[in-house]
């Protein structure tokens, strides 16, 4: 099976633009979609990105996703940064036995 | 409006069984996908289990294969998680998840339920 390996932080200023990579260790990264959800202190994830760019109804147009074959990862991209985007981010996708992989979490810290 | 409510966490013996239930609203729910995904302590997501919609079939993880049972019962909207066997490291939250589309299963979520708490000790 493959692993899907994030930074463990990153940390930015509000209004900047911040990018979260996920790196497939093996496999090509477009083989299946990759989803992002996002997870705030004591809450439930909830999803931000599904198949790889399509951003869920009420989601923010500041967050993006795309997929580079080059570096075969994938990256969240969140544009003028808010406090409210502090959170824990996690990718995600699955392997050929259609089983979920998520990578191990990045923690956005907004200052 | 779709929600998700998990029920049926708590504490359990090590080698103890427990079912978790998750009921679920605001969609044809015989028509998706349902997966199970826990979140240990201070840890990461990790996938437990789906069971398809629509009759198809189930999926494990292989920490867990041959001890979860997952099930679903469409007449009642509820997916089930029978956990057997259990271990300290089974020890977290579990969260029921909706897959994105209906049709062919693919592990991609856009709900979440609030999640249930599974605590393994003795």
């Known amino acids: 099976n493959f692993m899907l390996t994030q930074p463990h932080s990153v940390s930015e200023s509000p209004g900047k633009t911040v990018t979260i990579s996920c790196t497939r260790s093996?496999?090509?990264?477009?083989?299946?979609?990759v989803q992002w959800y996002q997870q705030r202190p004591g809450s439930s994830p909830t999803t931000v990105i599904y198949?790889?760019?399509?951003?869920p109804s009420g989601v923010p147009d500041r967050f993006s996703g795309s997929i580079d074959s080059s570096s075969n990862s994938a990256s969240l991209t969140i544009s003028g940064l808010k406090t409210e985007d502090e959170a824990d981010y996690y990718c995600?996708?699955?392997?050929?036995?259609?089983?979920?992989?998520f990578g191990g979490g990045t923690k956005l810290t907004v200052l | 409006e779709v929600q998700l409510l998990e029920s049926g966490g708590g504490l359990v013996q090590p080698g103890g069984s427990l079912r978790l239930s998750c009921a679920a609203s605001g969609f044809t729910f015989s028509s998706y996908a349902m997966s199970w995904v826990r979140q240990a302590p201070g840890k990461g997501l990790e996938w437990v289990s789906a069971f398809s919609g629509s009759g198809g079939g189930t999926y494990y993880a292989d920490s867990v294969k041959g001890r979860f049972t997952v099930s679903r019962d469409d007449s009642k909207n509820t997916l089930y998680l029978q956990m057997n066997s259990l271990r300290a490291e089974d020890t977290a939250v579990y969260y029921c998840?909706?897959?994105?589309?209906?049709?062919?299963?693919?592990?991609?979520?856009?709900?979440w339920g609030q999640g249930t708490l599974v605590s393994v000790s003795s």
């Open positions: 998840a909706k897959e994105t589309s209906s049709g062919i299963y693919y592990p991609e979520f856009d709900y």
């Open positions: 093996s496999g090509s990264i477009d083989s299946n979609y």
């Open positions: 995600q996708s699955y392997d050929s036995r259609n089983q979920g992989v």
């Open positions: 198949e790889d760019k399509q951003r």
